[in-house]
T-cell receptor, first 114, second 117 residues
Framework: GDSVTQMEGPVTLSEEAFLTINCTYTATGYPSLFWYVQYPGEGLQLLLKATKADDKGSNKGFEATYRKETTSFHLEKGSVQVSDSAVYFCALTTISGGYNKLIFGAGTRLAVHP | DTEVTQTPKHLVMGMTNKKSLKCEQHMGHRAMYWYKQKAKKPPELMFVYSYEKLSINESVPSRFSPECPNSSLLNLHLHALQPEDSALYLC????????????????FGPGTRLTVL
């Protein structure tokens, strides 16, 4: 079945460091891809999305490009801040039982220190 | 209004109690979802409602009983829960339940943190 694999955390960085969180997927058809972020004690917020190959999603300095040839959607940010500390989930949508379902990766915890 | 609201924010209940979680959205979305999230894990889908009808039940125990009274409101009734049911319960909505040609972004609420004693 469809699945998402993320790099294991935690990822610990100093402020202003470069961030990469790897995400690869397995899917039939042409899924849409998402990064969600979950700050401590909160629900999930959509960070960015891409709906077709070579699309680049971007938001708040974060970017990810839908790479069909490598089945990847890696999250990057050029300069992280302490406020970026959160858990990041890579996800795809798949059709199951006739309905769209979100398939999540395991999540990657990011800790940014001053 | 692009917000999904959930009440209460926190809930503590005993194993013999009956309680309900509430979720509301005013985006005109016709699909609504309940997820359960344990600590340090991704959300797990519990139920999907499509046009106010239960469409997917992911083999959830009957002590969880969903209800969709109208297109804006989704409830989760809880009865005789177990301590292992303690988790963050997330509600989400999307514009329509299923399309094959485009994505269907889900908007999440802040969740209800449930503790079962």
């Amino acid at each position: 079945g469809d699945s998402v694999t993320q790099m294991e955390g935690p990822v610990t960085l100093s402020e202003e460091a470069f961030l990469t969180i790897n995400c690869t997927y397995t899917a039939t058809g042409y899924p849409s891809l998402f990064w969600y972020v979950q700050y401590p004690g909160e629900g999930l917020q959509l960070l960015l999305k891409a709906t077709k190959a070579d699309d680049k999603g971007s938001n708040k300095g974060f970017e990810a490009t839908y790479r069909k040839e490598t089945t990847s959607f890696h999250l990057e940010k050029g300069s992280v801040q302490v406020s970026d500390s959160a858990v990041y989930f890579c996800a795809l949508t798949t059709i199951s039982g006739g309905y769209n379902k979100l398939i999540f990766g395991a999540g990657t915890r990011l800790a940014v220190h001053p | 209004d692009t917000e999904v609201t959930q009440t209460p924010k926190h809930l503590v209940m005993g194993m013999t109690n009956k309680k309900s979680l509430k979720c509301e959205q005013h985006m005109g979305h016709r699909a609504m979802y309940w997820y359960k999230q344990k600590a340090k894990k991704p959300p797990e889908l519990m139920f999907v409602y499509s046009y106010e009808k239960l469409s997917i039940n992911e083999s959830v125990p009957s002590r969880f009983s969903p209800e969709c009274p109208n297109s804006s409101l989704l409830n989760l009734h809880l009865h005789a829960l177990q301590p292992e049911d303690s988790a963050l319960y997330l509600c989400a909505s999307s514009q329509s339940p299923a399309t094959r040609s485009s994505y269907n972004e889900q908007f999440f609420g802040p969740g209800t943190r449930l503790t079962v004693l």
